[in-house]
């Protein structure tokens, strides 16, 4: 298994542009329980070798570390739907991330690649990451050709949303059932909301 079996299959071929066709596009961040599975039986060893220290020499690079964070911080979402286990990889895929970002990697990726290197900020329940992600997903999008940056800014949108939540509660309330953490009142009435959730 190779960072370009794990391209291939979550990225699919880019255009030009950099963009993911739409039958990759489609099946990113919808809850679908065959895609789930084809994905563990294809990619659960080398999701535990990685998450157990293994791979390594991928995050020496660029494409092979972008593949390594995709493991560790997307396929864990669909592996482990509704478990905890969905956000055990988190803190090693923000660990790998930041290194790509520090190195500037996300300014030189294709669009799509940049986007899965930025997740790991998204998902992390720090405000300082948040604040990172916004403004990295801002980059980005001014980095952008102009005909792209009104598809793009959705991407802006939903860094401003994810830290909104945390800068109001300190962490995403919908997590808390699975991790065993109790909800304040303000969280349960934030949950009965439409889009309260990922």
Known sequence: MTPDDVWTYWLGPLDARGDADAEHTARWFKKDAAFDAELAQRFGALHAEIDGGAREAWRDDPRGLVAYVIVLDQFSRNMFRGTPRMFA?????????????????????????????????????????????????????????????????????????HRVIIQRFGRFPHRNALLGRASTPEELEFLSQPGSSF
Do not use: N
């Open 89 to 161: 990889s988190d803190a090693r895929a923000l660990v790998a991330a930041k290194a790509g970002i520090a190195a500037g990697l996300h300014l030189s990726l294709p669009y799509a690649a940049a986007t899965f290197l930025l997740m790991p900020t998204m998902h992390s329940e720090s405000l300082a990451d948040q604040e990172a992600c916004v403004a990295l997903f801002t980059a980005l999008l001014e980095a952008s050709p102009a005909e792209l940056r009104a598809g793009r800014g959705q991407h802006v949108a939903f860094a401003e949303k």
